[in-house]
């Protein structure tokens, strides 16, 4: 995760007048778009939804209209029913058959433990020799956690874990919530290397994550008994306020508005709360930041049609803040807002004149340790890090819903391999953990030092 002092200006654009056309599953308007809104021979420019219109093939397109948010208006189609793998009008989209609960969604609800995870924590332990770390090791198994869906592959999972859920609930009468990330924006992770998604923008990317939101969608309209609480893709939204200067984040900047708001309109039908993720106090929490991040994330609420089941943000995300430190740490220097709470403080008011749902949870299942990072911008398997408060609703804030575990902790950040296709820079720092595996695959070293560090302890 990257830390910037301040936003960066955006420079006026001036449309470009090109003569070739944009190519099949190429990108042909959206608010903001600037580039060329025909499209090649044997396609018809698409609206998707306010940020998004794309060349598909003609021969699946239904009738046509003008497409508005064009300076140049072409022949465009705007589907009339939503179907999987593309993006119907506002006016199509499925609207969720119940009315959330106006309370903490968390409340009254057992979390249903990752499986995968445990299974995980299960065999880490098994390695460890010393009989007092390995049952703090053991432990962990019992701490709940998200379940990252990062790959399209995986979201069968998501229904034979929503089974489980629902047979426990079952037999027990307790009701049961499911939590999931759902991460897998095409040209993802765009300020950064290690976690590198699927789907390309370019390859008909756009699409290919609406028929992964549906996938899952499909899945949980399965099990309406089980609560789904959901973060919408860590790192994206908060990339938009601050790194647009990189030409990737500015290449994706329509294709994330676009996918956020499918997410947020299907997985809404559906009921599942969600959190956007809101990066953290040291990235979208400087003073200079806070009003456009919130004016970013209420356009794109209110673009989606105002889903009544986004509930708010999920912050620090796979970071190491103190949801509130006792001092601030030394990197935080220069801004007023040096842990999570007082980033919650500040952003809230701003959210609710925005019009945008002003609720919150806290990732602090890698928090256990503060002063550990040479820069504030260090996010990489930092050395030192400890596991931090256990997912509670006492939070001590009426603003935070939930003290969570979003990151599966003993998960790698990210290889520190500089020949790896997906090494980043950030993985190489002398504060970041080595040798490390690559994103997403076991650490067991930095499992083990998660536990030894653990505060409070396991």
Sequence with gaps: MLKFAALLSLASLIPAFVEAASP?????GGQGWTGDTTCASGSTCVVSNPYYSQCLPSSSNPTTTANPTTANPTTTVRPTTTSAGGGGSSSSVPQPTTTPDASNPFVGYQIYLSPYYASEVQAAAAQITDSTLKAKAASVANIPTFTWFDVIAKTSQ?????????????ASGQKYLVQIVVYDLPDRDCAALASNGEFSIADNGLNNYKNYIDQLVAQIKKYPNVRVVAVIEPDSLANLVTNLNVAKCAGAQQAYQAGVTYAMQQLNAVGVYMYLDAGHAGWLGWPANLTPAAQLFSNLYKSAGSPKFVRGLATNVANYNALSAATPDKVTQGNPNYDEIHYINALAPVLASEGFPAHFIVDQGRSGQQGIRDQWGDWCNVVNAG?????????????VDAIVWVKPGGECDGTSNTSAVRYDAHCGLNDAAKPAPEAGTWFQSYFETLVKNASPSL
Excluded at 24 to 28: I, L, P, S
Excluded at 158 to 170: C, E, P, Q, R, V
């Design 24 to 28: 099949v599953w190429g990108q042909c």
């Design 158 to 170: 998501l229904g034979t874990y929503l089974a489980d859920a629902d047979a426990k609930a079952k």
């Design 387 to 399: 596991f931090g408060t256990r997912p509670t609703t006492n939070t001590g804030s009426s603003l």
